[in-house]
């Protein structure tokens, strides 16, 4: 199965949608995304982008919420505190320090800009 984004004005995921592989198939048998979202666009309507569920395309699986960067080519998704910075390898973001691998559960305090244990 394929999966397609719709993206809305702003690039934002507002859905994903699954497509039979079939719908893919060009005249050679070879998956083509364009097809897809042909397919997408003649049933549903929208902006339309092929997602992977195993992240193998687009560095993401794209969700709700989530931003298409065209020049990156990537879905990203939102950033969960405004001291996170993007970690441009994975498209994904990060806290300012790693967290502790001690074993033990850590929560972000963004006030203290810092891994809180949780108790």
Partial sequence: MAHFAELDENNIVKQVIVVHNNEL???SGNESEQKGIDFCI???GGTRIQTSYNNNK???YAGIGYTFDVTRDAFIPPKEFASWVLNETICRWQAPTPIPT?????TWNEDAL???EQE
């Fill in 114 to 116: 810092a891994w809180v």
């Fill in 102 to 106: 001690d074993d033990k559960r850590y």
């Fill in 25 to 27: 198939l060009d005249e």
């Fill in 42 to 44: 003649a049933h549903y």
């Fill in 58 to 60: 687009r560095f993401n």
